[in-house]
């Protein structure tokens, strides 16, 4: 299990290559008890001799360690690595190390990027290159031919220079893992792969543009990034091609259509931002996962069957960074060109159903999708289905521009989500269990699953390690007060401490005696200033902030030493570099918390803080408590009898430490003055810190090991400490390597980063020595991954003097301060210890040991023995603190003198985390001692080694197992390391999604990464977390350059991701989401018992005592229908007629303009009149017969209503069609055709104006004019009187037709008989107490349904005022309808929600100026939205209190409800008691059921009932599928049974078969005689507590939603408006969207109100809400610009027109996104 380390050769790992070498020979293995040795018996017969080598070269030719994932990355990269070869030298390298060698013993004097750089000839290169291979390499291999795939001379050349500083960095991609990671690939492509769909996107949303320039340069080279694009401008990835040595394959590309083959002699050059190299494979080109489309794109001897898939979107920034393309990338070019001609997409299953998608599509020629007859005017958001076809303008063009790879547009869209659906009929999880219900707890215990078959401890419990006994030197300060004074007095000559400048100059040097001068100024002046009261600003024990730059630690320093001098508790924290400072509310908190009120900081520092323009001062920083700054430079000298008087206890605090708990929140671990001192003498024991050492820091010194040693102990023996700024470190990484030369250093503080830099600055190496170096502390070694880097180093720079016994990682935390450290210049059987362990155990958090070379093990190296006078345990990391086992995994608790006492103000936490006491197996204590959680998970291996495999904060518990992420990270660098994304910028973390942890990746891509090739990556690390880890990835996201949120030192600022993630303000520039292969806790589906028939239903209700759901409406009263009044009330046309000899001068009607004027006024007689002259034109002119169909098309407006009138008198039938709006004929006109042909309308009346829209030039573009029937324009009126007014033979013909298009996108006509028309107008005369003396305000658009019966019927029929306001007008002047209906007294008013929704945006700022003009709500008894749909109370109820201070009631604001067979059946009228809502439980609805629940329950749903029953109208509630009547508690189909029942549809645009028996529905249970409609919805009956006028208990009926519309997912019925309430909710961005199904796939369609950067934000977003709250994947989001979802006029989206679109490619999406 544990490999004694003794020195070892680093191992020779396949990453970064591009190709195989000739002919690799396999290696022998030979097995040793103790470790693994590799003796690559093949090398010997062209190994070079290694006398003639360099020794780094001789170094490099080492044997090569066996142990996978041990995380040694090889000193030689290899050009390629596969199953079939593990080891070789590349001979590119050796030629390289050889030509260096040579030119630098010839021309000693030349530089070396002289060398480097110089021009070569191809021939020359050649000739140079053979000589010096010539002893070390066959022939065969000296020359090979340059290829048109491999690079030219003068690109070598090139690359050489850019390599001058990173010349090996391909050694070093990777800290770990690839090697496994490329196997597990390479394993991988055998089976068959999945073919991901790319996500599609307009013109990259936020892609990084070359011209783009980031304000923040830091992120390139950062605190965990990668060096070399500080160095030389351009990353060598990206500037140097990887040359591969293979023979070059002709390509044979086959034309389909001519069977012809054209053959090529190689494979063209790929620009090498489009090649990704697999380390175990050949190149792939443009391919998703190298097999998008079925088959391997790569350059293969067959001919190309499979069909590319690119984006349908390409970027801009391909091309602009196409620049100057060679020879080959034309040719590249024109083959892909060629391909593209030549692929034809595959024709699937669902492609052919897209042929079949309507009916109607081979019905009718008008148009290619059935058009909406709704459309508003001037609409601000793009007319309603009319936006739906607005890219059909540009589809040709669109089209063309696409080219033939795609064939049809609608192809695209189509054949992605097919691929989506193979995708996912592959079943990877486990199974969903058997037995499952949607309740939170089984939910819960779902995503707590349990693997019967998982690992468990067998070990014996293990027993506390302890350290060795912590003896006090003789010499020593008895505290660091003491040594400061010791120093600064004896050797006050000698130097403290020594920073550079950012360009590696020694900047300033601090002596122990300037130490000790300053420091006690700083205290004096602390403690006797005062404020303006005369007391002093700071008090002894008080906490003040200290506020240094990172470049300044000798200020920092004085202020630290003056502070604790003074008796004050300093509180070290980073610079604010701006107001919002990433994390600075946070600090501001701790802050806060201490009561810190001075911040003691530099002159220079003080000047860079951001300043108030006003007064000069320091801005307040948001949340930060109001500080008062200090300089502590430049201060008075103390007077001489001052000296500091020890005032304070050991017991005090120290100082306070700032840390961060996993969610981010900032924390003050508390130090007190006996544990730092007790601190300082462990570290001195254990380092071996002697006086005058020279120590170089390259850590932050504020905080953590950093701090501990080179402000603390260094000074506590007399030290000297020489600081590496951050800022030199990305400048010139080897600088801290050339400081311990120059100063012949013994010891150095870093962390594994700073290694890894040191390695890639290979430039520096010739002059470094660390033979000084006797301790070199790796401050992160609890990195799991930080062993890679100490190999690699100490293989690199052995030579130069490095002991092996010198690296020495430790492990800490802010807690318990420093846990383990290993010993320097320690030897012996127990020195170091090595453990290769299953990943899959450690998952379970178990120690397992793991076969050297499998894929899944991962190598730790200990971090050192426990530190002296200290006890170790290692408990649970859950529940009671429960001592582990010998090999289980738990939480490191340490026992010291030398820890932190607590968090600042949080004592709850500080008994957690600061108080624990062991507990053995019988539940008792294992002492009284308490120990401190070190937040640090491992466990002890053999001789008291402490191994740490990861820590809490980056712990992630998925579905029962632990991942570390710092695990993850190393996995998901190694897939193509640093090719795509930056080395240091990734951050991993787990957000709880369905009551489990999913994990999410976020990346900064590097700014030349293609779409193609990102989308690839995203692919690949899928496979290889998958393959290694055994756990999904739940989010993939890649941002651009410089946009992830960074520390101060330029590293991730995890929880500052996490939060903008959740929050949607990250920017993705890609992002991948896989909830099908993640999500494995979803509930069941329910079960459908077709056994239980209706009979059995109804005899259930009875049973239990349920009320068959039924309901009517008041009684209409007993008519005479012989009698004359009775007839004169049959026809509408008869009771104008009356009216117009009656009350011939009432104004029935006004109209009023957008500036509230009056446009027009009618009384009766003026109606009469001229509805006479409209039917002398008809019979005259237009020779129309009885039972004609004649279209009206005008605009909202009396010359509607006149003709209408006009078409009674005539005998003829009228239908009323919405004109076309002239802006937008391309999808509006082909629906009046539409109308207008199935209707078989023999004349077309309407205006002059409008008549000439439709026969314009315009018009002809769009639909045939020839087709249109006669014309006649109603201006000009012949001034004749009608000789008689036809009346029809009975009540039962048909008055009028009525048109509308259905949300599912049906055209339906309805036929309103004469007695429907006067019954209708009845019965809401009778509920609204309609007379001649009210004043009613309509606000509707009147060509169907209850809009236009109001508009056009119910005035003629009551007598009743109506005040005519089109709704067009309302958008121009949204305070039209309030300021009429207060001018009018109007008592009655009706809207529709579009109307509503104008007016609650539009005048939210503006009801005080309402106010001011006199608006009065108050007259208002019924406000009545109009409406075919579920009650939007959310509304509603915000124009109720918008308004409620212009005196409108809430009770007075309600809903009505009608439908294409019965446009009139709920309807709030004057006496009905105030609107009723309920809570119904909304999983239970999903399953039919109605649950009541209280008002904030989880999972409630509010719903308004939509009216009260109209007069007449009886209603039931029917199971749509079984048609037996439905109980109160259960959701069925509303039925309805009354007079002014429509007489059935005229014509159906669609399916008609299944709206056979919509007028003619019986009940197969119960009054089976009795004949109802069908109306589609679905709904409920509540009887409520409400006493009605009649005296009885008021029936309430709810909507719930369109039967049609419903979507059936996973066995449940889902209502689209549920998910889409919830997907507004998700970002603040999200203006409106739409839901709908396709194969089974939810597609959730979003508006994006902001810029296209902001994109992909929603989609992560969008799919965690909805799978949260409804329990569904969302397979596929599109993104798309507002006004795209089309509304109809009642303010309904058309989402079946949005289905349409979609998948004929129409959108124009911002984005589309196909999760997995």
């Known amino acids: 299990m544990f490999v004694e380390n003794k020195q070892k050769g680093s191992r020779v790992n396949g990453g970064g290559g591009a190709g195989p070498l000739p002919h690799p020979i396999p290696p022998t293995h030979k097995s040793y008890p103790s470790q693994r040795l590799v003796e690559p018996s093949y090398l010997s017969r062209w190994t070079p001799n290694p006398a003639s080598l360099p020794p780094r070269m001789v170094s490099n030719l080492q044997p090569l360690s066996g142990v996978r994932g041990s995380a040694q990355a090889p000193t030689v990269p290899p050009r390629s690595h596969n199953a079939d070869s593990d080891n070789w030298v590349d001979l590119e390298e050796l030629y390289k190390w050889l030509q260096e060698l040579e030119e630098t013993r010839e021309e000693p004097s030349t530089s070396d990027d002289d060398v480097k750089c110089g021009d070569i000839t191809q021939k020359g290169y050649e000739k140079k290159k053979t000589r010096i291979l010539a002893p070390y390499a066959p022939k065969q291999v000296l020359a090979p031919k340059i290829s048109e795939g491999a690079a030219s001379p003068s690109t070598r050349a090139k690359r050489r220079a850019h390599r ?73 990835e990206r500037s140097a091609g990887r040359v591969t040595n293979e023979t070059p394959q002709p390509l044979v590309i ?133 936006r739906v076809n607005r890219q059909n303008r540009s589809q040709s063009s669109s089209d063309q521009s696409s080219g033939t790879l795609t064939g049809t547009g609608r192809w695209k869209v189509s054949a992605k989500i097919q691929q989506l659906l193979n995708t996912l009929k592959r079943p990877k999880r486990r199974p969903l269990p058997e037995f499952y219900e949607d309740d939170d707890i089984e939910l819960e215990i779902a995503a707590k699953h349990k693997d019967p078959n998982a690992p468990a401890p067998e070990g014996s419990q293990m027993s506390p390690a302890v ?224 006086e005058g050492e020279v120590m170089v820091c390259v850590l932050d010194f504020k905080r953590e090991v950093g701090l501990w040693h080179s402000i603390l102990t260094s000074v506590f023996n007399g030290m000297h400490v020489i600081f590496i700024p951050y800022a030199l470190m990305k400048v010139n990484p080897a600088s801290w390597m050339q400081m311990i030369t120059k100063y012949r250093a013994s010891i150095a503080v870093v962390k594994s980063r700073d290694l890894h830099w040191g390695l890639l600055a290979t430039r520096d190496h010739r002059d470094i020595s660390l033979a000084s170096l006797r301790l070199l502390l790796v401050s992160d070694g609890a990195n799991p991954w930080s062993l890679s880097s100490c190999d690699q180093f100490l293989s690199v720079f052995q030579n130069k003097g490095l002991r092996p016994d010198a690296i020495c990682p430790c492990a800490s935390s802010s807690e318990a301060l420093t846990v383990s450290l290993r010993r320097p210049g320690r030897a012996g059987v127990n020195a170091t210890g090595r453990g290769v362990l299953s990943m899959q155990g450690l998952s379970y958090g178990v120690v397992r040991v793991d076969q050297e070379n499998s894929l899944t093990s991962l190598t730790l190296q200990d971090c050192g023995q426990v530190m002296p006078g200290a006890v170790i345990v290692v408990v649970r990391m859950d529940g009671v603190p429960s001592l582990c086992k010998t090999d289980e995994v738990g939480e490191i608790c340490v026992n010291s003198s030398a820890s932190g006492s607590g968090y600042w103000g949080l004592q709850g936490l500080t008994n957690q985390t600061f108080k624990v006491q062991p507990l053995q197996a019988d539940g008792t204590t294992i002492s009284d001692a ?183 409406g008041r009684d209409l009263g007993v008519v005479d229908e012989d009698s004359d009044t009775a007839k004169k009330y049959q026809f509408i046309s008869e009771i104008l007629k009356w009216r117009s000899t009656s009350t011939a001068d009432h104004v029935i009607f006004t109209l009023l303009n957008s500036k509230g004027a009056v446009s027009t006024t009618m009384t009766c007689s003026q109606l009469h009149k001229r509805a006479e002259r409209v039917a002398c034109l008809l019979l005259d002119r237009a020779k129309v017969n009885t039972g004609d169909h004649v279209a009206l098309v005008y605009p909202p407006g009396l010359d509607l209503i006149v003709a209408f009138y006009g078409c009674l008198y005539a005998g003829v039938v009228p239908v009323t069609v919405r004109p076309p709006h002239p802006q937008n004929l391309q999808t509006t006109l082909p629906t009046v055709a539409m109308i207008a042909n199935i209707s078989k309308s023999v004349l077309i009346l309407s205006t002059q104006n409008v008549i000439k829209l439709l026969k314009s030039k315009e018009a002809s573009n769009v639909v045939d004019i020839k087709s249109w029937p006669l014309t006649l324009d109603t201006d000009d009126l012949p001034k004749r009187k009608l000789p008689n007014i036809y009346r029809a033979p009975t009540a039962e013909m048909i008055a009028y037709l009525d048109f509308s298009v259905s949300t599912t996108g049906m055209l339906a006509g309805i036929k309103m008989s004469h007695s429907a028309v006067t019954s209708l107008c009845r019965s809401m005369k009778l509920a609204c107490e309609l007379y001649p003396s009210r004043h009613v305000a309509l606000v509707l658009d009147p060509y169907c349904g209850l809009g236009f019966a109001l508009w056009c019927l119910s005035s003629v029929y009551s007598g009743h005022h109506s005040i005519l306001i089109p709704p067009s007008e309302v958008e121009v002047n949204p305070s039209l309808w309030l300021s009429a209906v207060s001018q009018y007294k109007v008592r009655d008013t009706f809207a529709s929600y579009g109307v509503m929704e104008l007016c609650t945006k539009g005048l939210g700022s503006s009801v005080g100026l309402l106010k001011q003009k006199n608006v009065n709500l108050a007259c208002v008894r019924t406000c009545v939205v109009v409406a075919e749909e579920r009650p939007r109370i959310n509304l ?281």
């Open 164 to 236: 001058n500083v990173t010349r090996n960095e391909s050694r070093y991609h990777s800290e770990v893992r690839q090697e496994a990671v490329q196997q597990a690939l390479a394993a991988m492509s055998s089976r068959p792969k999945p073919s991901l769909p790319m996500p599609s996107r307009r013109n990259c949303p936020g892609g990084y543009q070359p011209g783009d320039s980031s304000t923040d340069d830091d992120s390139v080279g950062n605190e965990e990034g990668d060096h070399e694009d500080q160095d030389s401008g351009t990353p060598p």
């Open 254 to 386: 086959s034309d389909s259509s001519s069977g012809s083959q054209t053959q090529m002699s190689g494979p063209p050059k790929l620009p090498e931002r489009n090649r990704v190299s697999n380390g175990s494979g050949p190149t792939l080109t443009y391919s998703n996962l190298g097999n998008l489309a079925g088959g391997n794109l790569g350059w293969e001897e067959k001919p190309v069957s499979a069909p590319i898939v690119a984006p349908e979107h390409r970027s801009n920034r391909d091309e602009q960074q196409r620049k100057a393309p060679s020879e080959t990338h034309q040719a590249y070019n024109q083959q892909q060109q060629i391909i593209q001609r030549n692929s034809r997409p595959e024709l699937t299953d669902l492609v052919e159903a897209m042929n079949n998608l309507r009916a109607h599509q081979s019905q009718t020629q008008v148009s290619q999708m059935p058009p909406d007859v709704t459309s508003t005017g001037n609409s601000r958001r793009l007319a309603p289905a009319d």
């Open 467 to 690: 350290g060795e006994q912590l003896t006090i030197p003789s010499g020593l300060p008895r505290n660091l007060e003491a040594a400061v004074q010791r120093y600064g007095s004896a050797t006050f000559k000698a130097p403290v401490a020594t920073v550079l400048d950012p360009n590696g100059k020694l900047m300033i040097t601090l002596t122990y005696g300037k130490l000790l001068s300053r420091s006690h100024k700083i205290a004096f002046a602390l403690v006797n200033k005062t404020g303006h009261r005369g007391e002093s600003i700071v008090k002894t024990g008080e906490r003040v902030a200290l506020v240094y730059p990172n470049n300044d630690p000798i200020n920092f320093m004085c202020a630290f030493y003056g502070c604790l001098f003074a008796g004050i508790v300093p509180v070290p924290i980073e610079v604010p570099l701006t107001r919002r400072d990433a994390g600075s509310q946070q600090i501001g908190f701790l802050l806060g918390s201490c009561n810190v009120s001075v911040a003691l900081t530099s002159e220079l520092c003080l000047k860079g803080l951001p300043k108030m323009a006003a007064n000069g001062e320091v801005v307040a920083f948001k949340g930060w408590p109001k500080l008062n700054w200090v300089v502590t430079e430049h201060l008075g000298k103390t007077p001489k009898d001052w000296s500091p008087s020890p005032r304070v206890t050991d017991e005090t605090p120290a100082y306070t430490e700032y840390t961060n708990d996993r969610d981010g929140s900032v924390m003050g671990v508390t130090v007190n003055r006996a544990a730092t001192l007790a601190h300082c003498r462990s570290l001195t024991t254990a380092c071996n810190y002697t």
């Open 930 to 1112: 308490e120990y401190v959680r070190s937040g640090l998970l491992g466990f002890l291996g053999p001789g008291g080694l402490v191994f740490v495999c990861g820590s809490r904060t980056g712990l992630m518990s998925i579905s029962g197992r632990k991942h570390n992420a710092d695990d993850i990270i190393a996995t998901v660098l190694a897939v193509e390391p640093m090719k795509f994304i930056y080395r240091g910028r990734i951050a991993v973390f787990s957000v709880k999604v369905l009551r489990d942890e999913r994990i999410c990746v976020i990346a900064e891509q590097r700014p030349d990464c293609s779409e193609e090739e990102s989308f690839q990556w995203l692919s690949r690390v899928l496979q290889a977390v998958d393959s290694i880890h055994q756990v999904g990835i739940y989010c993939l996201v890649l941002v651009n350059p410089n946009c992830l949120p960074k520390t101060p030192l330029g590293g991730i600022h995890l929880s500052e991701t996490k939060r903008r993630f959740l929050d949607g303000s990250l920017h993705p520039a890609n992002v991948l989401l896989c909830p099908h292969t993640c999500v494995t806790n979803l509930p069941k589906p329910r079960e459908i018992h077709s056994d239980v028939g209706p009979a059995s239903v109804m005899v259930g209700n009875i049973v239990q005592g349920n009320r068959l759901a039924s309901a009517s």
């Open 1436 to 1716: 509603t109820s915000s124009f109720s209190k918008l308004f409620g201070p212009l005196g409108l009631s809430p009770r007075a604001v309600s809903t009505s409800f009608g439908c294409r067979v019965n446009i009139g059946i709920c309807l709030q009228g004057a006496s009905s008691p105030e609107p009723s809502t309920v809570y119904v439980d909304l999983r239970a609805l999903r399953n039919d059921r109605v649950t009541l629940v209280e008002r904030g329950a989880p999972h409630s749903l509010c719903l308004m009932e939509s009216g009260k029953l109209l007069p007449g109208t009886k209603v039931i509630i029917a199971n749509p599928d079984t048609k037996g009547q439905c109980g109160d508690s259960h959701l069925g189909e509303i039925w309805v049974q009354s007079p002014h029942t429509s007489g059935g549809y005229f014509t159906i645009f669609g399916d008609e078969s299944s709206y056979a028996d919509h007028f003619n529905a019986r009940l197969v249970t119960g009054t089976t005689g009795e004949v109802y409609a069908r109306t589609g919805y679905l709904g409920f009956l509540r009887r409520t507590e409400n006493v009605q006028a009649d005296g009885e208990l008021h029936d309430a009926v709810f909507v719930v939603g369109a039967l049609d519309e419903t979507i059936m997912l996973r066995g449940m019925r889902y209502h689209p408006i549920d998910i889409e309430i919830c997907i507004l909710r998700c970002h603040k961005k999200v203006s409106e969207c739409a839901v709908f199904t396709w194969t089974n796939l939810l597609v959730v369609v979003v508006e994006l109100e902001g810029s296209e950067s902001e994109a992909l934000d929603l989609v992560p977003l969008v799919t965690n809400c909805v799978l949260e709250e409804h329990f569904l994947i969302v397979g596929v989001v599109v993104v798309v610009d507002p006004g795209v979802v089309p509304i109809n006029s009642r303010g309904e989206k058309q989402r079946m027109h949005l289905r349409d679109g979609f998948l004929a490619d129409q959108l124009d999406p911002i984005f589309v996104a196909y999760n997995m």
